[in-house]
């Protein structure tokens, strides 16, 4: 763990918001020079900080109109290992996040959909047809609201 300062949590608000920003614009928002950014960035990088950069993609412009949040319990943890089950469900590729969890579900899945009919088709053919499955409980996404964090 390092030690952070006011500039690099700064440095962390303005690229959760935006990972596309380059040193220079980084540097320039900040007072910094583009090489100091860089090596403010590339620190936190090497820290574990800053594990990643990614892209927003737009479900709803692809035409995936509905989110669906599913809890999974396994039947049979014994018969079928969860191995088995997390390896079937990630090639479902509607699935897009599979979270092992605690509590009343083993599982935890955000399934995208074109619409209602098309996740029930999913639901009916490749989550309920995969090994060990159990209880199933689905919540319908509304409205989702994407707040930067504790850095925000």
Same mark, same amino acid.
């Not at 993609?57 to 079928?80: H, S």
């Given at each position: 763990?390092?030690?952070?300062?006011?500039?690099?949590? %700064?440095?962390? @608000? %303005?690229?959760?918001?935006?990972?596309?920003?380059? &040193? !220079?614009?980084?540097?320039?928002?900040? $007072?910094?020079?583009?090489?100091?950014?860089?090596?403010?960035?590339?620190? *936190?990088?090497?820290?574990?900080?800053?594990?990643? #950069?990614?892209?927003?993609?737009?479900? %709803? &412009?692809?035409?995936?109109?509905?989110?669906?949040? *599913?809890?999974?319990?396994?039947?049979?943890? !014994? @018969? =079928?290992?969860?191995?088995?089950?997390?390896? &079937?469900?990630? &090639?479902?590729?509607?699935?897009?996040?599979?979270?092992?969890?605690? $509590?009343?579900?083993?599982?935890?899945?955000?399934? =995208?959909?074109?619409?209602? %009919?098309?996740?029930? #088709?999913? *639901?009916?053919? @490749?989550?309920?047809?995969?090994? $060990?499955? !159990?209880?199933?409980?689905?919540?319908?996404?509304?409205?989702?609201?994407?707040?930067?964090?504790?850095?925000?």
């Amino acid at each position: 763990m390092i030690d952070l300062d006011d500039t690099d949590r %700064a440095l962390l @608000r %303005a690229l959760s918001l935006d990972a596309t920003l380059s &040193a !220079g614009a980084l540097g320039r928002r900040f $007072g910094l020079s583009q090489p100091a950014t860089w090596r403010r960035v590339r620190r *936190l990088e090497e820290a574990g900080i800053l594990a990643g #950069r990614r892209l927003v993609v737009d479900r %709803a &412009a692809l035409g995936f109109g509905v989110t669906v949040f *599913l809890g999974v319990k396994l039947a049979t943890k !014994g @018969r =079928v290992s969860l191995e088995d089950f997390e390896r &079937a469900v990630t &090639a479902i590729p509607e699935v897009q996040v599979v979270q092992h969890v605690l $509590g009343l579900f083993d599982y935890r899945l955000r399934v =995208v959909a074109r619409d209602i %009919a098309d996740f029930e #088709r999913v *639901l009916r053919r @490749r989550i309920m047809t995969l090994p $060990g499955i !159990g209880q199933v409980e689905a919540n319908v996404l509304l409205t989702e609201e994407r707040r930067p964090g504790p850095l925000g």
